[in-house]
């Protein structure tokens, strides 16, 4: 059961950002909650797609392991309203990085066969969603290339 505080947080997530009240609140009811200690894994690459999650309280670390030495190394931290998963949205392949409880979290998970009746039932919610996805990988890749950028240096 999603809490009335968890429902605004996926609410205001912005790969949801621009969506009806009642298609927001459809996504709610269709969600369920999870929590994980720190230090937990909690989305493991290469697994099976599970759902879109969306982070309502604490931190989580993505996590990219090197094929040469076996090491996780961290890429970026995502915290409260930020979404994990959602390349599975466009590509519907297997986990591409892992993902690591920083401190304690607890996260939505969104059904994907709730998300995508509903793109099949109204294209212009897909539009939304698959604009918002843009941005974010957009504003992803940026930040990594900042990061690339600077052990440039």
Do not use: H, W
């Not at 947080?9 to 996504?27: D, T, V, Y």
């Not at 309502?56 to 979404?83: C, F, H, M, P």
């Not at 039932?121 to 900042?146: H, Q, W």
């Amino acid at each position: 059961m999603i809490t009335d505080e968890s429902r605004e947080i996926i609410s205001g997530s912005k790969i949801l950002n621009g969506l009806s009240s009642e298609i927001l609140l459809g996504i709610a009811e269709n969600s369920y909650e999870m929590e994980f200690k720190a230090g937990q894994l909690f989305i493991k690459e290469g697994d099976p797609l599970k759902g879109l999650c969306i982070i309502l309280d604490g931190e989580a670390s993505i996590e990219k392991i090197n094929s040469v030495t076996g090491e996780a190394i961290e890429l970026q931290t995502r915290s409260v309203g930020e979404s994990l998963g959602e390349m599975t949205l466009i590509d519907q392949d297997t986990r591409s990085v892992s993902v690591r409880a920083k401190s304690d979290v607890k996260i939505a998970v969104i059904n994907l066969e709730y998300m995508s009746s509903i793109f099949d039932e109204d294209p212009t919610t897909l539009a939304t969603v698959a604009i918002n996805i843009a941005r974010i990988l957009s504003n992803r890749l940026r930040e990594s290339d900042e990061i690339s950028a600077s052990k440039m240096r």
